[in-house]
T-cell receptor, first 106, second 114 residues
Framework: QKEVEQNSGPLSVPEGAIASLNCTYS??????FFWYRQYSGKSPELIMS????GDKEDGRFTAQLNKASQYVSLLIRDSQPSDSATYLC??????FGAGTRLTVKP | GAGVSQSPRYKVAKRGQDVALRCDPI?????LFWYQQALGQGPEFLTY????????KSGLPSDRFFAERPEGSVSTLKIQRTQQEDSAVYLC????????????FGPGTRLLVL
């Protein structure tokens, strides 16, 4: 079992819809969680970090963390074609999932 | 301010050659990380420095891989006797403090071993 698991996708949503990305992790002691976006051929860039249970909102993005279930998710509201990318979940900064490829169709 | 820079951006090596990849972190960033990213995969952790100290090298796949950061700023990842399976993008990232902080990634070095 990998330390950080993500739905490999691809995930396709229509423009304006909500995209939901999920991530589970194996180390119960993990304290810091990150979502990165990676466009094809580019390096990852941070979307959000989350450290406490619950929701954290930043514009169209909401990260949700449930440490008891070892689960972290990212919701993208009003999805735009420019959101089409691979989304990487990172735990404790260093352990990355394989990423979920998101396509937002106009 | 300047971000993380890496050089070279592309490297083609013949199998068996040694290569050296350079990373210039953001000025003042204490921590520096190296990752290997294969096509279609997430970044795989290789090693981590805090200043000049290599605190974790558990991700280095073999003793052919060696990293250093002698003065606590620029870092070099060296791969000896390259193999075809070493072909990947090598990403460097830096953070202001430790592993729980946001990491800022460089553009990566794409290595192709023929």
């Amino acid at each position: 079992q990998k330390e950080v698991e993500q739905n490999s996708g691809p995930l396709s949503v229509p423009e304006g819809a909500i995209a939901s990305l999920n991530c589970t992790y194996s180390d119960r002691g993990s304290q810091s969680f990150f979502w990165y976006r990676q466009y094809s051929g580019k390096s990852p860039e941070l979307i959000m970090s989350i450290y406490s249970n619950g929701d954290k909102e930043d514009g169209r993005f909401t990260a949700q963390l449930n440490k008891a279930s070892q689960y972290v998710s990212l919701l993208i509201r009003d999805s735009q074609p420019s959101d089409s990318a691979t989304y990487l979940c990172a735990v404790e900064g260093m352990r990355f999932g394989a990423g979920t490829r998101l396509t937002v169709k106009p | 301010g300047a971000g993380v820079s890496q050089s070279p951006r592309y490297k083609v090596a013949k199998r068996g050659q040694d290569v050296a990849l350079r990373c210039d972190p953001i000025s003042g960033h204490v921590s520096l990380f190296w990752y290997q990213q294969a096509l279609g995969q997430g970044p795989e952790f290789l090693t981590y420095f805090q200043n000049e100290a290599q605190l974790d090298k558990s991700g280095l796949p073999s003793d052919r891989f060696f990293a250093e950061r002698p003065e606590g700023s620029v870092s070099t990842l060296k791969i000896q006797r390259t193999q075809q399976e070493d072909s990947a993008v090598y990403l460097c990232a830096s953070s202001l403090a430790g592993v729980g902080e946001t990491q800022y990634f460089g553009p990566g070095t794409r290595l192709l071993v023929l």
